[in-house]
């Protein structure tokens, strides 16, 4: 089993470090800055998700803890689509109609949510909740992210 107390100190930490951040940046930096954290996280889990890399519930768990924590952060900043002055890929539609793009973040973080509870000990059981967590981001991003240039 893994140790509870050292992944919840640990996310203390990345809490702490993404404050000390938002002191300094705006709402559109800030998001972007969440949701590389968000995507930082994937190529591991992706790779214990196909089996190429051995399963570490530890590694699994505070990777899921940390995209829940940079995806709560990132959600209410989507709420303005910033004054126009920073590049960004988020585009009008989040505004058009920003009760389904809040409901889709509220789905990712609540799929995150069901993986942490879960405390998947296994490959087996992990790799269903990658998957439901995984399928949140392409639809999303197909329809309110640019391509890039
Ligand atoms: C609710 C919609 C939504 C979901 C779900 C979502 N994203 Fe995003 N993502 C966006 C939008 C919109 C942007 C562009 C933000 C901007 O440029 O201001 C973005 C940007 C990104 C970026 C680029 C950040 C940067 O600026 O460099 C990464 C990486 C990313 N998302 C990863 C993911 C991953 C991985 C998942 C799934 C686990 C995911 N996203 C789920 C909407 C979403």
Redesign the pocket.
């Known amino acids: 089993m893994f140790n509870r107390k050292i992944i919840l100190g640990s996310v203390a930490g990345a809490v702490i470090a993404a404050s000390a951040f938002a002191a300094a940046h705006s709402p559109?930096t800030q998001?972007?800055e969440a949701?590389?954290a968000?995507?930082?996280q994937?190529r591991t889990l992706g790779g214990m998700a196909q089996g190429k890399i051995e399963y570490d519930d530890f590694a699994a768990i505070s990777a899921f803890e940390i995209?829940r924590n940079a995806?709560a952060t990132a959600q209410p900043l989507?709420a303005s689509a910033g004054d126009g002055s920073e590049e960004?890929?988020?585009?009008p539609e989040?505004w058009a109609d920003g009760s389904d793009?809040d409901a889709?973040?509220t789905?990712?973080i609540a799929d995150l949510d069901a993986a942490i509870a879960a405390e998947p000990a296994d490959q087996a059981s992990f790799a269903p909740l990658f998957g439901a967590?995984?399928g949140?981001?392409k639809?999303?991003?197909e329809k309110?992210?640019a391509p890039e240039e």
């Open positions: 559109v998001r972007q949701m590389k968000v995507g930082g994937m995209m995806s989507f960004n890929r988020a585009l989040i793009f889709r973040m789905q990712m967590v995984a949140n981001c639809g999303c991003h309110y992210r």
